[in-house]
């Protein structure tokens, strides 16, 4: 599975646009980008997921390189409850043999201060 | 997407004993997964449990300290026995989702204090 980096954490201020890059160089063809977010206390929570370009959902957005060895979670207008751990995680998928062993690197911890 | 709870929420034990948790989840999964996450570290994935089928274990975790039970579809059961203060984390089990690769959801966790 390929190996992420991530910085280990980030501030921010309520209302800010917050960017968490992820890299991953030695992503597969088959490899998904998924990232996590968890609360302390609490499991992880899937953000979204994405394999080329840009996703993007009600919580997040997902910008993905064409080359696809990084990828950037842009959360938008943060608030307090935004501070977590975000984990970005790459994986081949069930097709690929992984069968489900999500591997977490230490994640970005993000802060979000008023 | 799963709801899944876990039982107990916590619990302090002392060194030399075994505790058991429990995982349950709303809907029917084939695979169900453990994690362990020390203090102020990332998730390590313990083993797989399949229904049906002996747990698959990762390098580092042995059936003799972490046995697992998967009786049915729907729970599962991590124990963490003879225990010692180095098992103190949050034991956490999550399920896959049916439609999205690499994704699982994860139950709220077991913060396991050993004394």
């Known amino acids: 599975l390929a190996k992420t980096t991530q910085p280990i954490s980030m501030d921010s201020y309520e209302g800010q646009e917050v960017n968490i890059t992820c890299s991953h160089n030695n992503i597969a063809t088959n490899d998904y980008i998924t990232w996590y977010q968890q609360f302390p206390s609490q499991g992880p929570r899937f953000i979204i997921q994405?394999?080329?370009t840009k996703v993007t959902n009600e919580v997040a957005s997902l910008f993905i390189p064409a080359d696809r060895k990084s990828s950037t979670l842009s959360l938008p207008r943060v608030s307090l409850s935004d501070t977590a751990v975000y984990y970005c995680l790459v994986g081949e998928g069930y097709n690929g043999g992984s069968q489900g062993n999500l591997i977490f690197g230490k994640g970005t911890k993000l802060s979000v201060k008023p | 997407s799963a709801v899944i709870s876990q039982k107990p929420s916590r619990d302090i034990c002392q060194r030399g004993t075994s505790l058991t948790i429990q995982c349950q989840v709303d809907?029917?999964?084939?695979?169900m997964f453990w994690y362990r996450q020390q203090p102020g570290q990332s998730l390590t994935l313990i083993a797989t449990?399949?229904?049906?089928?002996?747990?698959?274990?990762e390098s580092g975790f042995v059936i003799d300290k972490f046995p697992i039970s998967r009786p049915n579809l729907t729970f599962s059961t991590l124990t963490v026995s003879n225990m010692s203060p180095e098992d103190s984390s949050i034991y956490l089990c999550?399920?896959?989702?049916?439609?999205?690769?690499?994704?699982?959801?994860f139950g709220p966790g077991t913060r396991l204090t050993v004394l």
């Open positions: 449990a399949n229904q049906g089928s002996e747990a698959t274990y």
């Open positions: 809907s029917q999964v084939t695979m």
């Open positions: 999550s399920v896959e989702d049916r439609v999205l690769t690499d994704t699982q959801y």
């Open positions: 994405g394999y080329k």
